[in-house]
């Protein structure tokens, strides 16, 4: 049990074209998601929490408009990034919270901004 | 506001032989302790996770770790290398309350390497 998928894995898109990442939550339900960003070589960054029918928490940096998160269900929030950029290219990983703060993460999604 | 420290980027042990990776955390209220391993291009898998109770708590493959309130510490420990745990491990912390609760912060991660 306690599955996370997130689609695509991989994507390759122009600069200046949106992306969206869907993560879900296959045998749980989650009232939160969580969204990361990683680097190459570097830790995870907590971008925003996501909680199903309210708007996302940024965390400080994190641009509302370009990072677009929708929470819609119990077992599916979405990431659109917008107008992307080289720079927005990364490993971008979801995480769902079952309970006790036990979060259960996706395989990621490496997006890569030409 | 919550912060882990992992001492040692990268460690390196021979198959068969002790694995030691340290955690130093700060947290202004009991925390939830956590170590996940990432492999090449793929998500975190949960290791073991400490809550509340036993401060020895067992994982998956082997991997152990002991919480020691006073030193502020949770270092993951197996006794016996094997091949294929060779990857990244990462602490975390969450609280257990607040503004911030269910929120996971992350060390920065420690590469072990295994030699044959």
């Known amino acids: 049990g306690a599955v996370v998928s997130q689609h695509p894995s991989r994507v390759i898109c122009k600069s200046g074209t949106s992306v969206k990442i869907e993560c879900r939550s296959l045998d749980f339900q989650a009232t939160t998601m969580f969204w990361y960003r990683q680097f190459p070589k570097q830790s995870l960054m907590l971008m925003a929490t996501s909680n199903e029918g309210s708007k996302a928490t940024y965390e400080q940096g994190v641009e509302k408009d370009k990072f677009l998160i929708n929470h819609a269900s119990l077992t599916l929030s979405t990431l659109t990034v917008t107008s992307a950029h080289p720079e927005d290219s990364s490993f971008y990983i979801c995480s769902a919270r079952r309970q006790y703060n036990e979060q259960f993460f996706g395989p990621g999604t490496r997006l890569t901004v030409l | 506001a919550q912060s882990v420290t992992q001492l040692g980027s990268h460690v390196s042990v021979s198959e068969g032989a002790l694995v030691l990776l340290r955690c130093n955390y700060s947290?202004?209220?009991?925390?939830?302790l956590f170590w996940y391993v990432q492999y090449p291009n793929q998500g975190l898998q949960l290791l073991l996770k400490y809550t509340t109770g036993a401060t020895l708590v067992k994982g998956i493959n082997g991997f152990e770790a002991e919480f020691k309130k006073s030193e502020t510490s949770f270092h993951l420990t197996k006794p016996s290398a094997h091949m294929s745990d060779a990857a990244e491990y990462f602490c975390a912390v969450s609280v257990t309350g607040g503004t911030s609760y269910g929120k996971l912060t992350f060390g920065q991660g420690t590469i072990l390497t295994v030699h044959p």
């Open positions: 947290s202004s209220v009991p925390p939830y």
